[in-house]
């Protein structure tokens, strides 16, 4: 098992690694642990696209900001969520 700093800068990584106009999930950046990603974009001081990390469902954990700032960068939306079939970015991308 990763340490937690190890933990930590995987889920670093993986956020850096989304493109702008796409979005992964939660599980996406930090696998079988969503909730940690949520805490370390939380406790981070590093300026990252926060922005691009949505709920697996496609709904916003930060609301009308967030979706602000992917609808900028052209991400798709289906209602209130994001078009996760068009707008999700390949897993072999975020871990490489």
Same mark, same amino acid.
């Given at each position: 098992m990763a340490e937690p700093r190890d =933990? @930590? &800068? @995987?889920v670093l990584a *993986? %956020? =850096?690694a989304i493109p702008p106009g796409s979005v992964a999930t939660y599980?996406?950046?930090? /696998? #079988? &642990? /969503?909730r940690f990603a +949520? $805490? %370390?974009? !939380? +406790? $981070?001081? @590093? *300026?990252? /696209?926060?922005? *691009? %990390?949505? =709920?697996a469902d496609g709904s916003? &954990?930060? +609301?009308a900001r967030q979706k602000r700032r992917l609808r900028e960068? #052209?991400? /798709? !939306? =289906? +209602? @209130? *969520?994001?078009e996760m079939? $068009? &707008?999700r970015v390949d897993q072999l991308r975020l871990r490489r």
């Open positions: =933990r @930590e &800068a @995987e *993986r %956020v =850096r599980g996406d950046v930090s /696998p #079988g &642990a /969503p +949520g $805490t %370390v974009l !939380f +406790g $981070t001081s @590093e *300026r990252l /696209p926060w922005w *691009r %990390v949505v =709920r916003l &954990a930060k +609301g960068e #052209g991400v /798709p !939306f =289906r +209602g @209130e *969520r994001v079939k $068009t &707008a």
